[in-house]
């Protein structure tokens, strides 16, 4: 799910100036029965989300203090540079990165995880389900963390455990889920954050809790804006684990945009912090690729 580095600028200041979104910590709250009050799911690939078509008719007022929703809908855009970067949507490269977890054998155990851009979340939930010590999640709207995001981690993760095996043995969600039922503990291994990329790393790096870098790092669809590069490029050189990983899938170009997987791929290069290497390619629609980054 597309995020950005950059913020809200007021209409007069100059293009020149980059403007940043503050970032925020998102309490969990001690009633799990109000996160999924009234929210509608679906399932995919066995995990369940919260329908957004249900979320975009009720989020609302001091739901939605952002206004994305509006504005999305207004809009007809998925994405309003500045404003709100697409984290209502499952965009489908997070599908081909949750494929290659399982050819890849990708083992999330005892790991410590960040779901950056990470909008439904689902990347961060296979690996909380993976038995990940630790997982956080960022996105750059505080609606969608709060709407979507934190509502879709209790549903997978407080029900039936948090392994594959529970989750092929378990029903399937209820439309309307009355309350979360079983153990909290999962989300105790999660910290939930909104805002820039820049603002969220200084707020990790700065704070009184204590904090170690990551050791995987997982996003989707994050480098459709080549102006949010230098932003995406240092969060992960100050946020991941020197022999840490980062997975990112992307389609090779967006149109309309600019960006694409082999103008990223050229940007790291010319930084020369990261080395890459196109773990798959998948040919199907538009084509895309999951590209592997990894400290030199």
């Not at 970032?23 to 369940?48: F, Q, S, W, Y």
């Not at 739901?63 to 504005?71: C, L, M, N, P, T």
């Not at 054998?105 to 961060?124: M, R, S, Y």
């Not at 946020?239 to 600019?258: C, E, N, Q």
């Amino acid at each position: 799910s597309p995020k950005s580095g950059a913020g809200k600028c007021q209409d007069e200041a100059p293009k020149t100036k980059l403007c940043v979104k503050a970032a925020r910590e998102h309490n969990i709250p001690k009633d799990l029965t109000k996160v999924l009050e009234n929210k509608v799911m679906e399932t995919v690939l066995g995990l369940c989300h919260i329908k957004v078509s249900a979320v975009e008719m009720t989020c609302s007022g001091d739901a939605d203090s952002e206004g994305i929703v509006a504005k999305s809908v207004s809009s007809h855009s998925d994405l309003i540079p500045g404003v709100y970067e697409g984290g209502l949507k499952i965009w489908e490269c997070t599908f081909d990165l949750m494929d290659y977890f399982s050819e890849a054998e990708i083992q999330f155990t005892n790991k410590t995880v960040l779901d950056l851009g990470c909008g439904a979340g689902l990347l961060g939930i296979v690996a909380l389900r993976g038995k990940a010590e630790r997982v956080h999640f960022q996105d750059y709207n505080s609606t969608v963390i709060d709407e979507i995001t934190l509502p879709n981690v209790v549903a997978n993760c407080t029900n039936q455990g948090s392994s594959g095996e529970d989750r092929k043995a378990s029903k399937p969600p209820a439309k309307r889920p009355k309350k979360a039922e079983g153990s909290p503990d999962v989300l105790n291994k999660c910290r939930f954050f909104s805002g820039a990329w820049s603002e969220v790393s200084q707020l990790l790096l700065s704070s009184n809790k204590p904090f170690s870098k990551y050791d995987i790092i997982l996003t989707s669809e994050t480098i459709y804006n080549p102006d949010y590069y230098s932003a995406l490029h240092d969060t992960l050189a100050q946020l991941l684990d020197k022999s840490g990983r980062v997975y990112l899938a992307s389609k090779v170009h967006y149109f309309g945009v600019g960006g694409g997987i082999y103008l990223f791929e050229k940007f790291i290069e010319e930084r020369n912090v990261f080395r890459t290497s196109m773990v798959k390619t998948i040919d199907q629609g538009l084509q895309r690729c999951i590209m592997e980054i990894a400290f030199k």
